[in-house]
């Protein structure tokens, strides 16, 4: 069965959600992500995707009370990314109270420091992210294709020990348009035994049962949850 994954996105302690990446399009939903994170719990969500959208932009973790406030007021599995760049950024954020670390640019630009962590961490504490437009991989707050293929990607991942993956097609996210079926339908061809967490577009109960039915082991869902689309109690037949 699927793994309901909500999102938080944080920018100045707050959630919020974009489009595209867009920082423009910011949208503040909730004052306190602890309050959020809290009714997500409530309703039975186990794991929780979130993400320090200043971190991310700034190159340095900001948000990282945040983290701590959310891990220590609830149970949630609780990856956590966002301006994370050495092996002290790591230790910080599992010490905070994350079970993992999630990251992307990092992953293409310093792939042997990924590595090394890998082997320091476990390859269990690593969730890595494939932003992808048109298969090729996007990094730097998808402002730059990278002209890695997402297949050859995520193969010399797994070929470093990673098994779970979430990725997201930069077309799709924030729109409430649908997923990259065929997308996910491809790279789960190619790995059969990888772990993938959709990511981007989850728009309907319709959306998740589809990613469901091909194989997928999560869905991340972020605005939908936020506008309404999709209600807590809908979910539940996944949690």
Not at 3 to 8: D, G, K, S, V
Not at 15 to 26: A, E, H, I, M
Not at 222 to 236: D, S, T, V
Request: charged share 25%.
């Amino acid at each position: 069965m699927i793994e309901i994954i909500p999102a938080i996105d944080i920018i100045d302690g707050k959630c919020v959600r974009l489009s595209q990446g867009d920082y423009d399009t910011k949208k503040i939903y909730n004052e306190s992500p602890v309050e959020i994170a809290k009714e997500f719990e409530a309703n039975g969500v186990r794991r929780l995707h979130m993400v320090d959208l200043d971190g991310a932009k700034q190159g340095k973790i900001i948000n990282i009370k945040t983290l701590e406030t959310v891990a220590s007021q609830t149970k949630l599995i609780i990856d956590f990314g966002g301006g994370i760049k050495t092996t002290k950024d790591v230790e910080a954020v599992l010490n905070a109270g994350a079970a993992k670390i999630n990251i992307g640019s990092i992953a293409v630009k310093q792939p042997e420091l990924v590595e090394d962590w890998i082997k320091q961490f476990g390859a269990s504490k690593i969730l890595l992210g494939a932003d992808v437009k048109d298969e090729n991989i996007m990094i730097s707050g998808w402002q730059q294709a990278a002209n890695i293929n997402i297949i050859n990607y995520i193969s010399a991942y797994i070929n470093r020990g990673i098994d779970q993956i979430f990725c997201t097609d930069i077309s799709k996210d924030g729109l409430l348009q649908g997923t990259s079926i065929d997308l996910y339908k491809k790279i789960l061809n190619s790995f059969p035994q990888l772990h993938l967490i959709a990511s981007g577009g989850v728009t309907s109960i319709d959306d998740i049962e589809e990613l469901n039915a091909i194989g997928c082991s999560g869905a991340i869902i972020g605005k939908a949850l936020y506008e309404g689309r999709i209600q807590l109690h809908e979910l539940q037949k996944f949690l």
